[in-house]
Each structure stands twice: as C-alpha cells, then as structure tokens.
C-alpha cells in the first residue's frame, strides 16, 4: 500500500515535472524568435541607417520628399494634402501643396497610399499591404487587421 502511494506521487511529481519543461519550453521559443527579431532589426538598420516605414517601398528610395510624406502618413494615420504640406514643412523647412499633390499621385500609382474620405475632403492613408509587409519586415507577428 506505501509502495501505491508513493508510486503515485511520483507519478504526479513527474507529471508536474513535465509541465513545467513544457512550458519553459515554450518561453525559450518565445524569447528565441524576439531574439531573432532583434538581430533582423539591427541588421535592417546596418544596411540602411533607419528602420522606418519607407524602407519596404523601393520605388521611392532616391524621392526624399516622397519618402517623408510616407513618414507623415505613417505618423498622422489619415492625413489630408494641406496637414501633410504643413507636416513636411515643419520637417523639412518647405512643402507646397502642390508638390504634396504631385507625390500624392505617384504614391497612390505605386500603391503605397489610398485615398479615404475624411472630415474635410479626401485624405491620404497608407495601404494595409504596406504596413504588414513593413511589420513582417521588423518582425512583428501581427497583420495590421489585428491592430
């Protein structure tokens, strides 16, 4: 009868034991993939000195101006051209309406940018494709949907 008993609580000890593993387990693969992550992002701003948005759209590398104004939708969510134009004034010391315009229509030919309605007119949103590619770039593991 001891040897049932002590029998079963090294059945339950050993039990216990293997959940415990399990779930070590499963914390060393998390932190192993926010290692990873890690070293992703430090590689991704060796090679190109930065880790914003813009660096998942190619097309627009050598467009400064363009490449702030992905920056400033990033940052503002939903913007119309008159916020964008006094955002890239702000950053940059000068931004006309019509240069924003001008961008405008090349990033939404690139696919980069949509236009949504807002309170005063038509605004400016970066595209969902854009963002969970630049999240799956930095290694987030969440699609913009989730957010």
Same mark, same amino acid.
Request: aromatic share 2%; no cysteine; proline share 5%.
């Given at each position: 009868m001891a040897e049932d008993n002590d029998v079963e609580k090294l059945s339950k000890e050993v039990e216990s034991l293997r959940k415990a593993m399990a779930e070590l387990m499963r914390s060393f693969e998390l932190v192993s993939q926010l290692a990873q992550n890690y070293l992703r992002l430090i590689n991704l701003y060796a090679q190109h000195g930065d880790l914003s948005i813009d660096i998942?759209? *190619?097309? /627009?590398?050598? @467009? *400064? #101006?363009? =490449?702030? #104004?992905?920056?400033? /939708?990033? @940052? &503002?969510?939903?913007?119309? #051209?008159?916020? #964008?134009? =006094?955002? &890239?004034?702000? =950053? =940059?010391?000068k931004g006309s309406r019509n240069t924003v315009r001008e961008k405008l229509e090349i990033l939404l030919k690139l696919g980069v940018v949509s236009e949504v309605d807002g309170e005063k007119g038509k605004c400016y949103t970066l595209k969902k494709e854009v963002l969970n590619k630049w999240l799956e770039l930095i290694g987030i593991p969440i699609k913009f949907e989730h957010i």
């Open positions: 998942v759209v *190619p097309e /627009i590398k050598h @467009d *400064p #101006i363009a =490449r702030e #104004i992905v920056k400033i /939708i990033f @940052d &503002l969510k939903k913007a119309n #051209i008159s916020q #964008i134009a =006094r955002e &890239l004034k702000a =950053r =940059r010391g």
